[in-house]
């Protein structure tokens, strides 16, 4: 996989009638196949009495992963265009439901295709996209005595992070997948390998 990849910069919605018919498109970033359909998911709760809530996704795994659905749409109508929206943007990571409230006219197989990606590409102009570069987790805990010296290192490096402090000292770190090794062995080295670290 490329060192960095596009997705959408946040949250992107877009609205449209067509014949009677509703449209709403929803996308937003995700980081894993878990949180793309947990977003599809929630989607489909809060648009429960909809007549059709079409899934498409993007994730970055070990090989890409992709998705799409018709979710009761003709076959070909509905979730290849979203997804193919996404694709043709290059957007990965990231997760889009296109809500459909049928309006009494039936639009066709191209007029569904053609409106089905029009949602997403609206929903992904309101977003936006950025560049991002793949980012690991994983955790660092260690005692009181060693927890400056991890944060310090933390905050020099292009990592995230949030501590948690109880007992010991846990670190919950996202940290560039290109730089994370050597930092994990910064990391063993300033605790002379008291810290625990815990691949997620």
Do not use: C
Not at 15 to 28: D, K, N
Not at 121 to 134: L, Q, W, Y
Request: aromatic share 8%; no cysteine.
């Amino acid at each position: 996989m490329t060192e960095r990849y596009r997705t959408v910069a946040g949250r992107g919605r877009a609205a449209f009638e067509i014949r009677g018919s509703e449209f709403l498109g929803h996308v937003a970033p995700v980081e894993s196949v878990e949180a793309a359909e947990d977003f599809v998911e929630a989607v489909r709760e809060e648009y429960a009495d909809a007549t059709h809530n079409v899934p498409a996704y993007r994730v970055r795994a070990a090989p890409l992963r992709e998705y799409e659905s018709d979710a009761g749409e003709p076959t070909g109508s509905a979730g290849k265009p979203a997804l193919n929206v996404l694709q043709g943007e290059e957007l990965e990571n990231v997760a889009t439901v296109v809500t459909r409230y049928f309006g009494g006219t039936e639009l066709g197989v191209g007029g569904l295709a053609r409106a089905y990606g029009r949602a997403v590409k609206e929903a992904v102009a309101d977003a936006g996209t950025t560049e991002r570069r793949p980012r690991e987790s994983f955790a660092v805990t260690v005692d009181y005595d060693d927890s400056g010296s991890v944060r310090g290192l933390l905050e020099g490096a292009d990592a995230d992070f949030e501590a948690d402090y109880e007992e010991r000292v846990r670190f919950d770190v996202r940290a560039p997948e290109a730089s994370a090794a050597d930092l994990r062995d910064r990391l063993r080295s300033a605790t002379s390998g008291r810290a625990e670290i815990d691949r997620e």
